[in-house]
């Protein structure tokens, strides 16, 4: 059985739609919550202001939206990333700060931005530097997110007992435990997600449509 390339297309097309239509509904919604928690906090209005922010998201969607679809592979460089980044961003809400997940966005972007190089039809002789650039700005936000999830569980002084009690384990998680948790722990992810970027862009790049 031959592949369907118009059904991966169209997978792609809506799973990037999906992707891009959902920054401004997620990202209006949540500063209208900071905008009820700090200006108002009437009890009986979260969800006023949860419900304006999202409307107001799926009316960019509406205006821009389309554009953005039939366009996502001549999208501005900073525009990209700033998506890239706003998903690590929320993940890390979602998480509550445990940047196991995150690693799945590598694999993202170097699918993205394989697809990006075949669209531009970019000379092969500059898939390296792409690779190696994509790979290195994916290991920059997840080791930033790491130095972030670190510094937020050592100043926790709950850490080391969820930690003890997560696993059972019968001694006291100490500081330095958790330091070497954090640096250990990071350095792995951010490996993992260079690992990612860079096999999912590869193999991207180098498959036939």
């Known amino acids: 059985m031959g592949i369907d390339f118009k059904t991966i297309k169209r997978f792609e097309k809506v799973s990037i739609g999906l992707l891009i239509g959902s920054i401004f509904p997620l990202f209006l919604s949540t500063m209208s919550v900071v905008?009820?928690?700090?200006?108002?906090?009437?009890?009986?209005?979260?969800?006023?202001?949860?419900?304006?922010?999202f409307v107001?998201?799926?009316?960019?969607?509406?205006?821009?939206?389309?554009?953005?679809?039939?366009?996502?592979?001549?999208?501005?460089?900073?525009?990209?990333?700033?998506i890239y980044i706003f998903y690590n961003v929320?993940?890390?809400?979602?998480?509550?700060?445990?940047?196991?997940?995150?690693?799945?966005?590598?694999?993202?972007?170097?699918?993205?931005?394989?697809?990006?190089?075949?669209?531009?039809?970019?000379?092969?002789?500059y898939f390296p530097e792409a690779i190696?650039?994509?790979?290195?700005?994916?290991a920059v936000v997840m080791a930033l997110v790491c130095i972030l999830s670190g510094i937020i569980a050592f100043a926790d002084e709950s850490t080391g007992g969820n930690i003890q009690g997560m696993f059972g384990l019968g001694f006291k998680i100490t500081k330095p435990m958790i330091l070497g948790i954090?640096?250990?722990?990071?350095?792995?992810?951010?490996?993992?997600?260079?690992?990612?970027t860079r096999i999912t862009m590869s193999i991207t790049i180098k498959f036939k449509e």
Do not use: Q
Request: with cysteine.
């Open 182 to 196: 954090t640096v250990v722990g990071g350095v792995l992810l951010v490996s993992i997600v260079i690992m990612l």
């Open 90 to 125: 929320w993940m890390f809400g979602l998480f509550m700060g445990v940047p196991v997940f995150h690693v799945l966005l590598g694999a993202v972007a170097g699918y993205y931005s394989g697809k990006r190089i075949k669209f531009k039809n970019i000379s092969s002789d």
């Open 35 to 53: 905008i009820w928690f700090y200006f108002d906090k009437n009890i009986e209005r979260p969800l006023v202001y949860v419900v304006a922010g």
């Open 132 to 138: 190696n650039k994509t790979a290195m700005f994916t």
């Open 56 to 82: 107001c998201g799926l009316l960019i969607d509406w205006k821009f939206l389309k554009s953005w679809i039939n366009n996502r592979y001549d999208l501005p460089l900073w525009f990209v990333s700033s």
